[in-house]
């Protein structure tokens, strides 16, 4: 049997419930006549219950999930976080304003060093991905690895400690320190190989159509998540890409598309909004409010690592193309606010677990909010940014690979620490077309083509 997660209708019916009463919706009738039915309400945390509903509990969530997308969101919440990209510029502090890109172009290290970084963060969360705080530290404490100064290992791990806390299946075989031989594959990777290959052919034409068209061409099914695999699924279904992410579709404001556009900061150097506009036309595929906003506060904060100086003009860029009375800017500042107060980091992080601990670990608002305080406290410096951000729990890969992108671009390659880059072997496994086995040096050669491609058109 299989229990494919993210896409059984009574697994999905429970986050549906939680998605819409966070948005402000009363679904509490629906609630009610679930739970008659018997069906459960409580969400399956890794996307899967353990055993199928009858088919008659099935197709009673599926008319469910279907009623509770009828449902108006409130105004109020439109009118601050809107979908359309004319309405987000309209109240960004950016304005939509974009910015001359000649010049030498961009620096070749701080590209690869962006490259690397990204690589690096992912690798040092995959294994405890899904593993709660407490179960990160007691690993690594067990290991001598705390505070997290490396790659995590099952070397000295207290069997009694491994038994509660057990790894990421998927991941310990090529991610823990003594197994790793280059960046295994990683959704974290994939999509960013995917947006480059969508701006190597695209470039500012790049459109939402594009970018479901060249999902179903070169990403097996199987390689997508939460948002990503119920898109997926009803672009096979038939649905155009403008409407294939707004139906039967819970995740709409998780993490997903945050972590697909560092790629259009990259080649949008220094012009945040050039960047998020083309984030902006990714994430919709997928996505709406938080989760767009999150894609296009990554790639703003993307196209500033590249070309700024501090981390904190990076957050300034992400902050700049997103509305400011929005969740996820909230989110986004009380990472800062934490990151900048006395506090010690793991006390900081307690309140950022008694603020957001509600939300899924995949959510966009809890994840983003650690990342933006994990990157404010380390300053820019790399080790220290990827390693709060892997300790702090929820999306450990995700947000690794995020704050590794970020910082790993303001330092450039030149500056990261050999421990963090040598177990790469300078390469990358994938299972998008083209790709697998591809050098760190050539990705970062074809990132600064699409870069002075765009410089001149």
């Known amino acids: 049997m299989i229990r494919l ?3 059984q209708p009574e697994d999905l019916l429970p986050h549906a419930l939680v998605a819409a009463a966070l948005d402000g919706c009363d679904v509490a009738d629906v609630e009610r006549r679930w739970i008659e039915a018997g069906g459960d309400p409580t969400p399956p945390v890794t996307g899967a ?10 197709e009673l969530a599926r008319h469910f999930m279907a009623e509770i997308d009828e449902i108006e969101v409130p105004s109020s919440l439109i009118a601050a976080e809107p979908d359309d990209l004319a309405a987000i510029e309209s109240l960004a502090p950016a304005r939509g304003e974009t910015r001359s890109t000649s010049g030498p172009g961009v620096d070749a290290d701080r590209l690869l060093g962006a490259w690397l970084g990204r690589a690096a963060g992912c690798l040092l969360g995959k294994p405890v991905e899904k593993i709660e705080r407490a ?4 690993i690594a404490e067990s290991t001598g690895n705390w505070p997290i100064d490396g790659y995590f290992t099952a070397r000295g791990l207290d069997p009694a400690v491994a038994a509660t806390y057990p790894w990421n299946r998927r991941s310990a075989v090529n991610s823990l320190a003594e197994n790793i031989d280059g960046m295994p594959e990683d959704d974290d990777l994939n999509f960013a190989l995917i947006a480059l290959r969508l701006v190597e052919q695209r470039g500012d034409r790049l459109t ?3 970018v479901a068209a060249i999902w179903l061409d070169e990403l097996p099914a ?14 096979v279904g038939g649905d155009e890409p403008d409407v294939a992410g707004r139906h039967g579709n819970p ?6 598309a945050q972590i697909r556009t560092d790629v259009y900061g990259w080649v949008c150097a220094g012009d945040p909004v050039r960047a998020a506009r083309l984030a902006w036309h990714d994430a919709r595929l997928t996505h709406s409010r938080s989760g767009i906003y999150g894609a296009m506060f990554v790639a703003a904060a993307s196209a500033a690592a590249v070309a700024e100086p501090t ?4 957050i300034d860029a ?7 009375a929005s969740r996820y800017a909230a989110a986004i500042a009380r990472g800062v606010d934490l990151a900048r107060s006395s506090m010690s980091s793991d006390d900081a992080i307690d309140q950022l677990y008694r603020e957001f601990g509600h939300l899924h670990w995949v959510h966009a608002l809890n994840n983003s909010a650690l990342l933006a305080f994990a990157l404010v406290r380390s300053g820019g410096d790399f080790t220290t940014a990827i390693t709060t951000a892997v300790s702090g729990g929820w999306d450990t890969d995700s947000v690794g690979a995020t704050a590794g992108a970020l910082c790993g671009g303001l330092n450039g390659a030149a500056a990261l620490p050999p421990r963090w880059v040598l177990p790469l072997h300078n390469r990358l496994a994938s299972s998008v077309r083209g790709f697998d086995g591809i050098t760190f040096d050539e990705l970062s050669r074809r990132t600064a083509a699409t870069a002075i491609t765009y410089e001149i058109q």
């Open 311 to 314: 981390i904190d003009r990076c």
């Open 5 to 7: 997660s993210w896409s």
């Open 222 to 235: 199987g390689r997508v998540f939460t948002a990503e695999r119920v898109t997926y699924r009803n672009l």
């Open 49 to 58: 219950s353990p055993e199928p509903a009858p088919p008659s509990v099935r």
């Open 318 to 324: 992400g902050l700049s193309v997103i509305p400011p």
């Open 251 to 256: 995740f709409q404001a998780w993490i997903g």
């Open 208 to 210: 939402t159509d594009d």
């Open 135 to 138: 179960g990160i530290r007691a």
